[in-house]
């Protein structure tokens, strides 16, 4: 990928989708939050699985970025809760671990896509564009 199409790709206004990231450790929120600002999105934080299913339930959500090692309720089980409110909306799985089986038991949980940590900003922007821009 040449520079300028880099900088295209890194130059998304997102100003009309809501995102709800749910994550629960604080330097991580920290990335999200300096990638996902200069998209002009609407972030919505949640830190546990219970709260991301609210979160959904309560907002017109575009797209959730799921962390799958949660308290209180992993994002398996939240990923499934969202996908019987509203199958149509997309959940990108991010996760730390790298165990073998784990794309499955995401894509079975009703993922539409997986992240693995560290996650590069232009990963994340080019996989969110891929849901967001159609
Ligand atoms: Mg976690």
Not at 5 to 33: C, P, R
Not at 58 to 72: F, S, T
Not at 108 to 129: F, N
Request: proline share 3%; charged share 30%.
């Amino acid at each position: 990928m040449s520079d300028s199409n880099l900088s295209d790709a890194l130059n998304q206004d997102w100003g009309d989708k809501v995102i709800l990231v749910v994550e629960d450790v604080d330097t991580n929120k920290i990335f999200f939050d300096a990638a996902l600002r200069r998209t002009s999105a609407k972030i919505l934080w949640a830190k546990d699985g219970q709260q991301a299913i609210d979160l959904f339930k309560e907002n017109n959500v575009d797209l959730v970025l799921m962390d799958l090692q949660l308290p209180v309720m992993d994002g398996y089980t939240a990923t499934r809760e969202i996908k019987k409110i509203n199958p149509d909306i997309p959940v990108i799985a991010q996760t730390a671990h790298v165990m073998s089986g784990e794309r499955e038991k995401c894509m079975e949980a009703g993922c539409d896509d997986y992240l693995a940590k560290p996650i590069r900003l232009q990963i994340l922007i080019e996989t969110l564009s891929r849901f967001l821009n159609s």
